[in-house]
């Protein structure tokens, strides 16, 4: 029966992935120029490197120095504003790009409503930030929102680094966050992290006094790279787990023509050493150390986060004596988003932190 029922799953993945009929495959760049505003490319600057070892050197130094790789200056400009959708916070990301729209943060905002509620029960005030996943629409994983400011926990749906509000006109989907272009998705992935840790500072001068995180697929790892560099997140939910952000890339179901565009130009080992800043591995043991409540969830048939690299970052987190949990789900990455999965997996969700904030 599980063989039956795996087969039935795989291909229902592949029905699911299969439905997206534009995706481009981009030609590989080793992307320099996106490196020129990262604070260790000014101690470090490009005096005969190649490319490749370049940006071997940025890595390595952002990882050693990751505090200042990831520093940024709290957004000065926060404003909420009602909109159709309800509440959008709104302010100007602390990293620049060459993309005006990129540059506007927007997150919508569901404050805690009913009767549990922190200012009708008297209690303290608890917030999640919430991170979808790669190219979802403005409207996904708002209902998981809505969940949770039902249970009294108010959510935070930031919008990511190229997506939905923040997408250039020329692009239909949130290509320039994860794509052949290697400095570039560097620099998506740590504006992306930054635009999480401001976020937590709109939210502490909101006066919420306990702030967690749930990260889905692209979400979980920007949302690990945020945590382990901003101590004030401290519940946090991986809605999809996963290893080196090269090793998706290139074996992920979703990701081929990233692949395709990279493959002639580079091997896995050179992407793996070139996207190591951006990497949980390289953070895991420094996140051990800071006493978080963590949430792994992987799916047992999942195609595009391989289950093997969800395994291991589960086994270091038992080596590491990690307070966690694990949840496996019987389904894959894009059947986590259907029927009835989609419920059980918000069902694991809103009950940790709901028990844990």
Known sequence: ??????????????????????????????????????????????????????????????????????????????????????????????????????????????????????????????ATIVLPHWNASVTQHNALCVGLAKLGIAALRLSMPYHDYRMPAELERADYAVSANVGRTIDATRQAVIDVRSCVDWLIGQGYERIGLV??????????????????????????????FADVVWEGLSSQHIRQGLEPSITLEQLRETWSAISPPNYIERYAKMKKRSLFIYARYDTTFPVRFSEQVVEKARELRLDHKVVVMPCGHYTLGETPFKFMDGYHICSFLKRNL
């Open 1 to 126: 029966m599980d063989t039956l029922y795996g087969r039935w799953m795989l291909a229902w993945e592949s029905r699911l992935c299969s439905r997206a009929t534009n995706r481009v495959v981009r030609p590989f760049d080793w992307g320099i120029d996106w490196t020129h505003s990262w604070p260790i490319a000014q101690k470090f600057p490009r005096n005969g490197h190649d490319p490749e070892s370049y940006l071997r050197l940025l890595n390595q130094a952002a990882i050693e120095s990751s505090d200042e790789f990831f520093a940024y200056e709290t957004p000065r400009d926060f404003s909420i504003e009602n909109t159709a959708e309800g509440k959008l916070l709104r302010f100007t990301s602390a990293v620049e790009t060459r993309h005006p729209e990129n540059n506007r943060v927007h997150a919508q905002f569901f404050p805690a409503t009913g009767r549990l509620s922190p200012e009708r029960r008297g209690t303290r005030k608890v």
């Open 215 to 244: 990260g889905t697929s692209l979400g979980s790892c920007y949302g690990f790279l945020a945590s382990v560099h901003d101590p004030r997140i401290e519940v946090n939910v991986f809605n999809h787990c996963s290893t080196y």
